[in-house]
């Protein structure tokens, strides 16, 4: 029997480390962000933090109105 609850033990060992590295393969996503370029001045930003105005994508609410800084 005892061998029964070592392969059990190993499974869920080898779970869990697959677990863990699953894990960390999603973490590590969010960081591969889409850069767009200011529409103004061409400066990449990652598009989490761009501006959009009128599907178009700025560094800035200035630039975004077409103001110089
Ligand atoms: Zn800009």
């Excluded at 960390?24 to 962000?33: E, H, I, N, S």
């Excluded at 009128?54 to 200035?62: D, L, T, V």
Aim: hydrophobic content about 40%; aromatic content about 8%; charged content about 25%.
């Amino acid at each position: 029997m005892k061998i029964i609850f070592l392969l059990i033990a190993v499974l869920l060992v080898w779970w869990i480390l697959k677990t863990l590295r699953g894990n960390r393969k999603a973490d590590a996503r969010p960081t591969v962000q889409n850069m767009r370029a200011c529409e103004y001045c061409g400066l990449h930003v990652p598009e989490e933090e761009a501006i959009q105005n009128q599907g178009r994508f700025y560094c800035c609410k200035e630039h975004a109105q077409g103001k110089p800084d």
